[in-house]
C-alpha cells in the first residue's frame, strides 16, 4: 500500500529527455520530488534545472550534484537507430558506461549528498533463450547486445565501491503510443497486413511505459530495492500470441504468412536480434508482491494506450531485500 509518509528526493536524471525520461520526470514531480536533468538539451518542463555535459569531452557542470541523493541514469544512444558499424557499437557502448563512470569520477572529487543510483539495462543482456525462463541470476548472452548490457551494469556496479545503493532495472520492450515497437507494428495490423515474425515462437518480454515509470518511482522511494531487476511484464507473450493480441484489438485479421527470420536478417543485420531473440525473462515474485502492475496483461495494456489516457498512480509495498 502507499506510504502516508512519503520521503521527497532530489532526483539528478540523466536521459531525462528520452521516452522514458520525460514520463519519469512527470511522475517524480507529481510526487513532489525535486527533479534535475543532466543532458545537452534545456527540459521544457519549467520546475526541472537542466546542467550541461559532454560525455565525449568528458565535460560536466559540477553543480549538478548540489543537493541531490539520487541518480537515475537512462543516458544511451538509440540501440536501434542506426547501422551497427563499428563506430557506432563503440558510440553505444561509451554513452552508457563512460556517462556514468563521468559522474563517479565527480563524486569522487567533491563533497555530495547522492545515497542512491538507480539505471537502466537492457533484456538483452540474456540474449536468445528459447522457452527457458530468465531470472537476474541467469547468465548473459555473448553476442553484441549481451555484451553492452554487461558493460552498461558493471560500470554502474562500480558506485558500490562508493557506497552507493545500486538498482539495475533490465528493461523489456516498452509499449507506449509514443514510438518504440508499437508505433512500426500497429500500422502493419490496422493495414490488413500484420504477421508474426520468424517462428513467431519466440517470447516477447513487453512492458507498458507507465508500468517502467512506476518501479522507477518505487526504486527512488524504497531503499530495500537494490540489485538486479527485470522490468518486465508478468503476462508475457509468445510474438505469435503478441501479434494476434494487436489484430483482435484492432479487429483486423492475422492470415499474413509469418515474416521469414531470413528475410529479416538480410535487411536488419545484427538488429534482427530484436525481433527475432526469444527473452522469457520473469519479474521476481517479491517484486510482484512489492508492485501492483498496472497493466500486468497485453490486452489492458493496448485498451489504455490505444483508449483512454492513464495517470501514472500506482500502488506499492516495501521491496523486502534479495536473500
Not at 18 to 25: E, I, N, Q
Not at 52 to 71: E, F, Y
Not at 78 to 98: G, H, N, V, Y
Request: with cysteine.
Amino acid at each position: 500500500m502507499k506510504n502516508n509518509h512519503p520521503q521527497t528526493h532530489h532526483v539528478l536524471l540523466t536521459g531525462g529527455n528520452g521516452l522514458v525520461g520525460k514520463s519519469l520526470t512527470q511522475a517524480l514531480l507529481r510526487e513532489g520530488h525535486r527533479v534535475s536533468h543532466l543532458s545537452r538539451t534545456p527540459s521544457i518542463i519549467p520546475e526541472v534545472t537542466t546542467y550541461g555535459w559532454n560525455v565525449v569531452d568528458q565535460q560536466i557542470d559540477a553543480r549538478c550534484l548540489d543537493g541531490v541523493d539520487t541518480i537515475i541514469h537512462l543516458a544511451g544512444a538509440d540501440i536501434a537507430e542506426q547501422t551497427w558499424t563499428p563506430a557506432r557499437k563503440l558510440e553505444i557502448s561509451r554513452s552508457r558506461t563512460e556517462s556514468i563512470r563521468l559522474l563517479y569520477r565527480l563524486m569522487g572529487q567533491r563533497p555530495h549528498a547522492v545515497k542512491s543510483v538507480i539505471s537502466a539495462s537492457g533484456i538483452a543482456f540474456y540474449g536468445d533463450r528459447a522457452d527457458e525462463i530468465m531470472t537476474e541470476q541467469s547468465p548473459p548472452s555473448p553476442d553484441f547486445l549481451g555484451t553492452i548490457c554487461q558493460e552498461w551494469e558493471a560500470a554502474v556496479g562500480e558506485g558500490k565501491a562508493l557506497g552507493l545503493r545500486v538498482v539495475i532495472f533490465r528493461t523489456g520492450v516498452v509499449l507506449t503510443k509514443e514510438g518504440g515497437a508499437l508505433a512500426s507494428l500497429v500500422p502493419m495490423i490496422q493495414s490488413g497486413f500484420g504477421a508474426s515474425i520468424g517462428s513467431g515462437r519466440q517470447w516477447v518480454p513487453w512492458i507498458h511505459l507507465q508500468d517502467v515509470v512506476g518501479l522507477y518511482v518505487l526504486a527512488v522511494r524504497d531503499p530495500s530495492l537494490a540489485g538486479v531487476v527485470n522490468q518486465t511484464a508478468p503476462g508475457l507473450l509468445t510474438n505469435r500470441q503478441f501479434m494476434e493480441a494487436l489484430a483482435r484489438h484492432f479487429n483486423k485479421p492475422l492470415w499474413m504468412p509469418s515474416i521469414p527470420a531470413f528475410m529479416l536478417k538480410l535487411m536488419m543485420g545484427e538488429r534482427s536480434a530484436f525481433v527475432l531473440n526469444s527473452t522469457r525473462a520473469v519479474p521476481q515474485e517479491r517484486l510482484l508482491q512489492a508492485y501492483s502492475y498496472q497493466f500486468p496483461t497485453l490486452d489492458k495494456a493496448l485498451s489504455a494506450i490505444y483508449a483512454s489516457p492513464v495517470d501514472g498512480s500506482a500502488t506499492f509495498a516495501p521491496f523486502l531485500p534479495r536473500m
